[in-house]
């Protein structure tokens, strides 16, 4: 198995996907979807908060960092993650009946610290409908998965699982044709096509975000993706927010 390059397999995609689909029950694929999206998301960002926590507590007695001062993730592009929102602690309540309620509030306190994600990530991991159980399984399960990719080489290891997942999510819900996700060699001939390496690009159905993800994976890029007018007027988003 490859894991040289953004296209290789990471090697834990089909696992999240296993224990992803167990948790649909009576649930449509469009709704589950979210629970594992939403998860992968967080795992994501508290990763990348930890590595720079990790990275500044090291450097504390040298050069007098603070690994818990907001200002040295905003200057790195890294959301600030509240203490009560980090994976570890997701993770070690992974097994009590209140996990969804945990979740959704550990998504609330990263949006009210970082507003550019307001209105943004899921906060009904606590309805009743969930099954709690296997909710933990899956949070389980995230927690040993590398999103830095730091074994694997991989240049976006959120995005890669993410287009994995729509693609397996588009399969369930019967919409294999494009209706719904669009086929990678697709989108791939339309990225070199348009050669959105520069400048704004202006995507008012922008959909899943496969353009975006394969845009990214293609080349450097230093373009924008915009994908509504707001954002489009909108020329004062910090560094890193939208740009990659």
Known sequence: MSKTNNGANLGFENKLWEMADKMRGHMDSGEYKHVALGLIFLKYISDAFQARHD?????AK???????????????NIFWVPKDARWEKIQAEAKQPTIGKIIDDAMAAIEKENPILKGVLPKDYSRPALDKHRLGEL???IGNVDLQ???SGVKDPLGRVYEYFLKKFASAEGKGGGEFYTPQCVVQLLVKMIEPYKGRVFDPCCGSGGMFVQSVSSKNTAAVW???????????????????
């Open 55 to 59: 990275a500044l507590k090291a450097a």
């Open 62 to 76: 040298s050069d007098y960092t603070d690994p818990e001062d907001r200002d040295e993730y905003a200057a790195a």
């Open 139 to 141: 949070v389980d399960i």
């Open 149 to 151: 990719a730091k074994k």
């Open 226 to 244: 915009v994908t509504s007018p707001s954002m489009a007027r909108n020329q004062t988003r910090p560094p890193g927010s939208w740009r990659r």
